[in-house]
Every structure is written in C-alpha cells, then in structure tokens.
C-alpha cells in the first residue's frame, strides 16, 4: 500500500502551520544577515525578516539545504513508514537544493539497500520560486488526503509546473540594487522616473516582461497579462508584500476579467525578497 509524504524548502512560502496541518514536510533555509544566522520562519517571522532586509546595509544570504539533513529527512520519513517520497525544490537555477536533494537520494540507497524496492523518492525541480510550487504543492496534499496513488500526484505536479507562469511587480529597485541584479545607476534612475518593472518567472529563468510608472498601471498590465495567458478555469494565486491593498485590487481586477477570483495569497519569504524587496505583488498561474 502506497504511504506518500511530500517534502519541499521554506522558498515555497506555504506558512508553517498550514504545511504541518497539510502533511508537508517544509524544510528551513538558513539566512545570514551580517553576524546573525537564522532559519527561514521558524526563528525569525516574514515582518521581522523584512524589518531585518530593510535596515541592512548589505544583502542577507541565503544558504540551500545540504545532502545531509535531506538524506536524515528522507530517513525519518522511511522510518515512520513512507514508501513514497516527493520532494519539490526551489529552481534548480538559482539554488543548490535541487541537487543536494539528489545526492541525498543516492546517499540514502547506499546506506540503505534493503529499501532500493521497499522506498521511492522522487525529486522534482519546480523551475521558480515561491508561490509558483507552493500553489500546486497544497493541491498534491490535498490530492494525497483525498487518496490519490503516486502516480497522479507526480503527473499533476510534473503537469503544473511545466505550465506555470509567473508574473510580478517590483515596487522599488532598492534591494535589486543591493543584490546586484541591476546596477545604482540605473537603480537611481529608475528611482527617479518612478519605473515599477514588471517581471517573468518561466522554465527557470527570470526575465524583464515591461514595466510600468504607476502602482495601478503595473497592477493593469499583470492583469491584462495573465487574462490573456491563463488557461481558463485553472486556479491562480497571488503574491504581495507590505502593501496587501495591492493583492486586494488585482484581484478584483482579475475576478473581473478572468471570471473568478485567486484561490490565495502568499507573502514573499527570502528567497524573492531578498533580490526584488518586500515591496512586490504578483500572479502564479497555469498558462494556456
């Protein structure tokens, strides 16, 4: 009889307590901020680590998880009695997790050979961040309460994420500069023609979509965007950050053009707003 546990990293920024009450195993990034370490919303929560961005002089880091906590994850699971193993990553192109969780598998199979038939664990990359796997890693628990075999709940991930589509804006340009995503001149300005860009998340790779010089005309563009793009009837989600009245109006927005409204919201944990800022709000959909 198939047991499936699902496991992903705290870049999905499904909130601890539903992930717990969801059966999701989510597993902590450490962030360093200067001389402070800490892991990713279980030491620190979203308001205190944006407070934490906002005063520091340098951009925090963040550290992926390594084989070896994932390889004593996997364990865990085999020993409470999973025989099926699922665990997401955050993009494989911006994080060394996807990998570690691979070595974790073979590390596990050559100190547990007795199990090569009796455990499977699959490792799957989500190709973005945040909201965009967490979406479908709460519908695959849900599919997982509801008695789904593997089989279907590895197809609909797999299906999902090779059609995601992500789109957000960028409120201020400060924490892309601090990063380094772009340099201070054109930070600068940027700043000062008021430009609010409006960026892609697709097959791994960030892109620059457009951008805007108004909050309500990039929230308009987004919206315009994914009405076009979505696959009708598919759920989508929102992102946003320190101003939820953005989420609030971009939503109304696409409940009027779409025909339905978000089936949630999500709040940027480290690993976008770090490089993009807390300052953000966005859409994670199934595209056409």
């Given at each position: 009889m ?26 902590s ?5 200067g001389?402070v370490?800490?892991l990713?919303?279980?030491?620190k ?6 407070e934490?961005l906002?005063n ?14 994932l ?9 409470d009695?999973?025989n099926?193993?699922?665990?997401v ?7 060394s997790?996807?990998q570690?969780?691979l070595t ?6 050559e ?25 479908p ?18 197809s ?6 090779a ?7 960028v ?6 500069k601090?990063s380094?995503?772009?340099s ?18 697709e097959?791994?790779?960030i892109?620059?979509a457009?951008?805007?010089r108004?909050?309500k005309a ?13 696959k009708?009837g ?9 101003h939820p009245?953005?989420a609030d ?5 696409l ?7 978000a ?6 944990g480290?690993?976008i ?9 966005g ?6």
């Amino acid at each position: 009889m198939e047991k499936i546990k699902l496991m992903t990293d705290t870049a999905c920024d499904i909130p601890l307590s539903e992930a717990e009450k969801l059966g999701i195993d989510v597993l902590s990034f450490v962030i360093t901020a200067g001389d402070v370490s800490f892991l990713e919303r279980r030491e620190k929560s979203d308001e205190e680590f944006y407070e934490l961005l906002k005063n520091s002089t340098t951009i925090p880091t963040t550290a992926g998880l390594n084989p070896w906590e994932l390889q004593k994850a996997y364990e865990k699971h085999a020993e409470d009695g999973y025989n099926e193993i699922i665990f997401v990553s955050i993009n494989a192109a911006g994080s060394s997790t996807y990998q570690s969780a691979l070595t974790a598998k073979d590390m596990f199979y050559e100190e547990h050979e007795d199990l090569k038939e009796a455990v499977h664990i699959h490792v799957i990359d989500s190709t973005s961040y945040s909201f965009a796997y967490g979406l479908p890693l709460i519908k695959a628990a849900k599919m997982v309460a509801d008695s789904a075999d593997v089989s279907a709940v590895l197809s609909y991930l797999q299906d999902f994420i090779a059609h995601q589509r992500v789109y957000f804006c960028v409120y201020t340009l400060d924490y892309a500069k601090k990063s380094g995503r772009i340099s201070c001149a054109a930070a600068v300005v940027g700043g000062l023609l008021g430009i609010k860009p409006i960026m892609k998340i697709e097959n791994s790779v960030i892109t620059n979509a457009g951008k805007t010089r108004s909050s309500k005309a990039a929230l308009t563009d987004i919206c315009q965007r994914v009405a076009s793009e979505i696959k009708q009837g598919e759920e989508y989600a929102l992102i946003v950050g320190i101003h939820p009245e953005y989420a609030d109006e971009l939503n109304s927005m696409l409940t009027e053009k779409v025909g339905y409204g978000a089936s949630r919201i999500f709040k940027p944990g480290a690993a976008i707003a770090i490089n993009a800022g807390p300052d953000l709000c966005g859409v994670a959909f199934y595209h056409q």
